[in-house]
């Protein structure tokens, strides 16, 4: 099979942006504002549109409630669709209120659990108007002491209200569950792996699907041994790409260690899990603190496009005699090679022929663009997690 022959598999693949990529962020410590910055959530699509206009890979954006509350969710919608893209996963938020100081899905107080979940009935008012089917659930829920609450009542709390939350979903729509191992708790969050990710959604029903962020790991964790497990049980939702050195770090996936994504990708087309309608949506969770956001988000969606392709290009047929030989070095040598294969020119061929930029980073440079929004837009919003 040639090179391009391979490559078609890229077809039809797609990488979901998030809204808050656009807006300024930074650490506790300081939010470098950049010129440009959208003001509203029209803008932040505006912006996503380009990525996608210049990269033909990232066609949906999705949206964090309460961060992109709009008047008339029918409104951005038809803007996005103007502009060439959709409203894919809407997020819920429910790290940003004081009555969830010590819980909210979880919390001892059936008042506050419920107010919870009506949050996630009001997100799914939001999916009925945009037209998303998915609902992204990150629970920043834990404790920072040991006999602060009971572990197991915040379980079995945490699975009732998941459960009020399921039975709003149209059989169309599904519920991604997030986990994440520690912060804003430090003794014991409350979906802090896959494995409790994957309980409560195989307790919800097959429209419940893990989520995972590459950020929410401890240093070492191999994570495409979790992705082939989520995958043999077919709860894999969704991807929250990003990269980190040390913990959540939300920087351009596949910068810190491209052989990870490679990794990953290499279990994902193991399974033909990168075909439209394999249910796994790769999403960006980044932010651009000190970077340009717009060439930000377009190096992340070539980073993960070039870790696809170079994990298509494994000889699996090698691979497999190799392994079954017991030939270590030999199977290792396979992978390897594939992800030693310098593909940027053959994906640039790719994009050319089908009337995109060879360049899409240059291209935007030449465009001007960020040059429009500097000069249109004054005070940029916060992304809204700082
Ligand atoms: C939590 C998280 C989750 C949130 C996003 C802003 O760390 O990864 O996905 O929604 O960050
Ligand atoms: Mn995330
Ligand atoms: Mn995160």
Redesign the pocket.
Known sequence: MSLQEVLSELDGFTVEVPS?AYGNSGTRFKVFTTPGTPRDPFEKIADAARVHALTGLAPRVSL?IPWDRVEDFGALSAHAEEHGVGIGAI?SNLFQDDDYKLGSLTHADPAVRAKAVAHHLDCVAVMAETGSTDLKL?LPDGTNYAGQDSLRARQDRLAASLAEIYAALGPEQRLLL?Y?FFEPYFYAMDVPDWGTALLHCQALGERAQVVL?TG?HAPGTNIEFIVMQLLRAGRLGAF?FNSRFYA?DDLIVGSADPFQLFRIMVEIVAVDAHRPGSGVNFML?QCHNIEDKIAGQVRSVLNVEQALAKALLVDTEALTAAQDAGDVIGAHDVLMDAFHTDVRGPLADRREARGLPRDPMAAYRASGYAAEIAAARVGGTQAG?L
Request: no cysteine; hydrophobic share 25%; aromatic share 24%.
């Open positions: 808050w964090h997020n990150w997030e994440k962020d929410h929250d959540d969770d997690w």
